[in-house]
């Protein structure tokens, strides 16, 4: 009882956390200098060795964020495995799969971009800075299908949206609050598929889709935490 009880309360702080660190991490998105875009990548790579404390500050900002939906992840699969059966080990797994690529592709971009970076500003040969170009091209999060980092997070985005469609199809069979989650994980699960889509395809107008997709889960955290804080309390008394 103290186990369910301690974990779905961490459910409940986690799902607060993301949705805050959501907030923060948008602000900083739209205050911080930003990559430019469709630029050469000498130009990206003397903006990140420029930038270095801004380009490091966003990617730590997502990077904790999306560590700190690990126990909410948990929670929301003890929580429907309890009451739907085995396959929310299904979307538990998918979740779990979307946290190690896009921690992954959020790492990189701490360690390899910022390190390709400074070896292209610094080194005092042409032939160190066109291997240091070359690559970035595969490390760098550059928004072109040959960056592997883009490539991990977009697989991550896809196995994030089909892990919240499956949790969304679970709880939206319940009343209340669940039915609330549960339509708000279903839109943007779908919000989220078609922006993946729309990155693969090159369609700036599906991309949006992934923007829609924040746009769905905020309020999600927000019941989810309050539906994981009610089951703490049950467990409890």
Known sequence: MRYDRNLMAGGAVAALSAAMLTMVWLTML?????????????DEMLFIAEHGVAYAALYIGIFVL??????LFVALTVLCYRR????????????????????????TQLTIAR????????SETTSLQSSALASYLTWGYTGRLASAPYALDLLGTLMYSMAILGFGLMLIRERGVDLVSGGLLILSAAAGI??????????????NGVVLSGAFIMPAFFTLAYRFQREARRHSS
């Open 194 to 207: 078609i922006g993946v889509a729309g990155y693969l395809a090159r369609s700036p107008l599906l991309e």
């Open 66 to 71: 999306t560590l700190v939906q690990v126990p």
């Open 84 to 107: 739907h059966g085995s396959l929310a080990l299904v979307w538990g797994g998918l979740a779990m799969l979307y946290e190690v690529f896009s921690l992954l592709a959020y790492w």
């Open 30 to 42: 739209l205050a911080l200098p930003a990559l430019p875009t469709d630029a050469p990548l000498s």
């Open 115 to 122: 390190g390709l970076a400074d070896l292209f500003v610094n």
